[in-house]
């Protein structure tokens, strides 16, 4: 068995949700004259890649604590949506359907395609990463839960659409693009489609039937398009904790581990290692013919 890490780099450089609290970090010793180099971190639960839990948006829901391994390990599926989906895009479980074969209890893993704009790739675009990715609406949702999902993640800034959120008002030239989207594609302003009682729905109409999420997913997860897999994701031990920093992988046997790492051999890298630049090129065009 082997990992595949599809968890992106945390450090200083990494953004937090907006507003939340970056990662902060100073040494309280050094080796000379402490013999040991220690460190001192401040951050928010909300950076790099983390797994919202319930009692972030769930009051009388479970801690990170509470979540047991065998929830957080489980069979489940990536879907590649960067095919069809664009900035301030909805999609939707057809499309996921059209691509992937979801079975009821798994973990669905998505690619927007976005995380080639995180901070750790060539083509970083902080504010496309966090305010202009696409989202689902209500119909994924109920979807979802028809299907039990155990967890979901997502390769970009939230699991709610950014113009579902308080972003909307943070970002007024981010929203007024979104605006002329919405009503080009669908007929609709942004206030019409998402109505306040679906206001950050992924987080306030999930999280009390069990279905959380991890955001800011990435790594080497372009390996992985529209393929069935075991998936991991390891938070703290967290007592009390609404959210947690976690590593985020794939399992898969030694055989198939080297069939992709041969790929990955191919493919441009990013600076810390991990499969970049796929939207356009070969990695991407050969996960659509599977």
Request: charged share 30%.
């Amino acid at each position: 068995m082997k990992f595949i890490d599809l968890t992106i780099p945390f450090g200083i450089g990494t953004p937090p949700w907006p507003t939340y609290e970056p990662l902060q970090l100073k040494y309280f010793k050094r080796l000379a004259p402490n013999g040991a180099n220690g460190q001192v971190l401040t951050h928010s639960n909300h950076v790099g890649t983390h797994l919202d839990g319930e009692i972030h948006f769930y009051t009388p829901g479970k801690d990170i604590a509470s979540l047991d391994m065998d929830f957080l390990v489980h069979e489940g599926v990536v879907v590649d949506l960067s095919d069809c989906t664009c900035d301030y895009d909805v999609y939707t479980s057809k499309q996921v359907e059209e691509r992937v074969e979801v079975r009821e209890g798994d973990i669905l893993v998505i690619h927007t395609g976005y995380h080639h704009y995180g901070w750790d790739q060539p083509t970083a675009d902080e504010i496309r990463y966090m305010v202009m990715h696409p989202g689902p609406d209500r119909e994924f949702a109920e979807w979802a839960k028809r299907k039990k999902l155990r967890w979901i993640a997502v390769d970009c800034g939230s699991a709610d659409h950014p113009m579902n959120t308080i972003i909307r008002n943070w970002m007024p030239r981010q929203a007024k693009e979104a605006e002329a989207f919405f009503r080009k594609k669908f007929g609709k302003s942004l206030t019409d489609f998402f109505t306040d009682d679906k206001y950050q729905l992924m987080h306030i109409e999930m999280f009390s039937h069990g279905i959380i999420h991890l955001e800011c997913a990435g790594g080497d997860l372009d390996l992985l398009l529209n393929q069935r897999v075991t998936i991991g994701c390891f938070p703290w031990r967290f007592v009390d904790g609404e959210s947690s920093i976690c590593r985020f992988v794939a399992m898969v046997d030694d055989e198939r581990y080297e069939e992709m790492m041969a790929k990955k051999k191919k493919a441009k890298l990013t600076r810390f290692g991990d499969v970049a630049g796929s939207l356009n090129g070969w990695l991407h065009e050969e996960a659509k013919k599977r």
